[in-house]
């Protein structure tokens, strides 16, 4: 499984951003999905997650009411859409495949097993 994410880029505070990530392989619809992210100098955090068939998603806590996870299993695409963005959103973006799953979204990073390239966002204030 390849994951290609796309969509960062700099945004003043307050502004918003939708992030993509696209995923190769025919058993996509299979997959729990997730966003996580990594600020400078600070370890990797969950940010979002989206169940197999889209009904169930979890979110950070700080995130919450901000930020959207949606997919298309159509398409092999997941999305992040993030909205009043703050500087302490600041971080590479990753999107991660959890393969082996009962199909319920989590936030353990531990039970991801692909993980795209990262795409930085910067939120400037």
């Known amino acids: 499984v390849q994951l290609q994410a796309s969509g960062g880029g700099l945004v003043q505070a307050g502004g918003s951003l939708r992030l993509s990530c696209a995923a190769s392989?025919?058993?996509?619809?299979?997959?729990?999905m997730g966003w996580f992210r990594q600020a400078p100098g600070k370890e990797r955090e969950f940010v979002a997650s989206i169940s197999v068939g889209g009904y169930s998603k979890a979110y950070a806590d700080d995130v919450k009411g901000r930020f959207t996870i949606s997919r298309d299993n159509d398409k092999s695409t997941i999305s992040l859409q993030m909205s009043t963005l703050k500087p302490e959103d600041t971080a590479v973006y990753y999107c991660?495949?959890?393969?082996?799953?009962?199909?319920?979204?989590?936030?353990?990073?531990?039970?991801?097993?692909?993980w795209g390239q990262g795409t930085l966002v910067t939120v400037s204030s």
């Open positions: 991660a495949a959890d393969i082996n799953t009962t199909g319920s979204p989590h936030s353990e990073a531990s039970r991801y097993d692909y």
């Open positions: 392989g025919s058993a996509f619809r299979r997959y729990v």
